[in-house]
């Protein structure tokens, strides 16, 4: 049975962890464990330390970066350091962060985090059991809570 | 008992650290060990060296980048850097930066400075004693030094 | 038999990894390990297990970064990430990104991700079986995708 | 007897390292070991030689970025090597970068080379002779060249 | 004798890594090894194995980075990538990067990839030999390929 790190924060507008959890729950036996941390810029060492201290296998980072340059900025130096600690542990650590711009208002906002959290659940539910399937994908417009885009034809 | 770091500038233009001693020791009882640095991109291996030759369990790192554009690449360097700091420990360090031009003017701006130092020493304090109440903070929309964002409804 | 990994995302909207094979079954006897991701940032650390758990002498890392300004983003720091991973392996990866901009209209995006992964894919033939030849066309203007650039006189 | 290192480059436009020899030499009893690169972007791995190979204690890191945009661009990548090569070593490096464009004229740029690495000299001297002087110092915006900053009341 | 890698790619337009042979020979007798690769990403890990598996003492990495944002941006992560590798094995590499938009004209890109490559070749002959001219020559305005700067008086 694999082990999931999940690990979101208190900064974000809605439970992004709880989405995790939910979906997760729904497509595979695996165990959960979850830490919320303050903000993105503290997402890197959490996951890092689900994976070498709590045996994951995979871990989820949650975030909803602010709107302001400042945010984008910190955004930046979050996905950064969830590279090098991914690197620094050859495991995967999903990426989902849905910026507070995004949407177009609360509602839309509310729904993007909810349904991109769920729909990389169900990426890091085929990387673990059918990384196959994602080959079949490859190339295909995925997107993770808006419509996917259109392939190219050749 | 926990060993809690704190890591300051003469660059600031309050005493962030002082901040953060009065508040943790209001909360916790924990030993706490302070040093002090000329700028902000000396925080992270302040932070780290409090980490692996002073044996603190977590490091707050505070610091107020300056106003100018070159002052907001150094605030990038230095957030970049305490990233990285946590990744080669497996420790959070807390980074608590108030940027010069987030206040509207020096009383503002030092109110800033001294609330988001106590809002971040109490997540320190959170982490270190009661991660399950983190988790039920997650995604409710925490400020730190400002109100709180409003979660976004379902 | 040198083995090479390729490894390409669900988000772009072509097969690169599929015509990386292609090309490269054309080229060299070699063993070929494929992997997908969901995006680009998740493309450094498959490339280093690729690299460290399944023995590939080089790896091809397909992607086509979206359009939008965070897009350009999330391409640097897959870029940075994939130079980490290159420095902690002392292997190649040779990056093939096609920004979906890059292309007028969908068709040339299409040549440019089919044309760009072949072109790329002989460069990884070279640099494996005739480093030398690499040599001989030092400074020689080569684009890949694109026609070459023009060599300067002296 | 303490050992510091003092790296500067051959780009610069006034002889930084031996203001910072002079400086130095007025305040405290070390050893002194200098090295000289050609630009800034050679200022990490040098300062992390004297400190791996020379066994330095604390090193300044000495350079003067040029003025055009692509300079600055080079100042941000000494800047993170600097960082990383502190968190490599868990040694001090502190960086005394004074950009061509912060002088009003020659005589101006002159003097703030000068004079902010002697200060950042006696920076040096404090950390190693009396850490608690600086958390004396601690918010009272303190500034390395130019006057200093006020700071805030409360 | 030392040992001096020289890194060059196919993507830049003239063939600076014959110039650095044909200066490097003029100045000192040392053993150079040679690599090419596609593109100045692919530099930071070239010279690592220069460095690591040719044991090379020091290692000339050289480039043409084209003139569009996204070279740019190309550019800044091959040399923190660069950076990176010095840290990793305490050599030095200089990096020779000629950016195509630096010539006003075909041939003044052309003598400015010929001449900053043969400046950096004298150089590293220095460091390699005589590092005590480095320091003779600090703060005195050095630049690689145009007019040197004009030195600051006191």
Same sequence: chains 1, 2, 3, 4, 5.
Avoid: Y
Avoid at 74 to 91: D, F, R, V, Y
Avoid at 128 to 136: A, H, R, T
Avoid at 137 to 143: C, F, L, P, V
């Amino acid at each position: 049975m694999p082990t999931i790190g999940i690990a979101d924060t208190t900064f974000a507008r809605c439970n992004m962890g709880a989405a995790a959890v939910d979906e997760l729950k729904q497509h595979i036996n695996a165990k959960l464990i979850r830490v919320t941390v303050p903000g993105i810029k503290d997402l890197p060492v959490a996951a890092k330390k689900l994976i070498e201290e709590q045996n994951c296998d995979i871990v989820m980072a949650l975030g909803m970066p602010g709107s302001k340059p400042q945010d984008k900025t910190c955004a930046h130096e979050a996905s950064t350091g969830i590279i090098a600690a991914q690197l620094m542990t050859n495991k995967h650590i999903i990426e989902v962060f849905v910026h507070e711009d995004e949407g177009r208002d609360d509602k839309e906002l509310s729904f993007l985090m909810d349904s991109r959290t769920r729909e990389h659940a169900k990426n890091v539910v085929k990387m673990l059991q059918s990384p196959e399937q994602m080959i079949k994908e490859a190339g295909t417009g995925q997107r993770e809570g808006f419509a996917d885009a259109k392939p190219l034809g050749r």
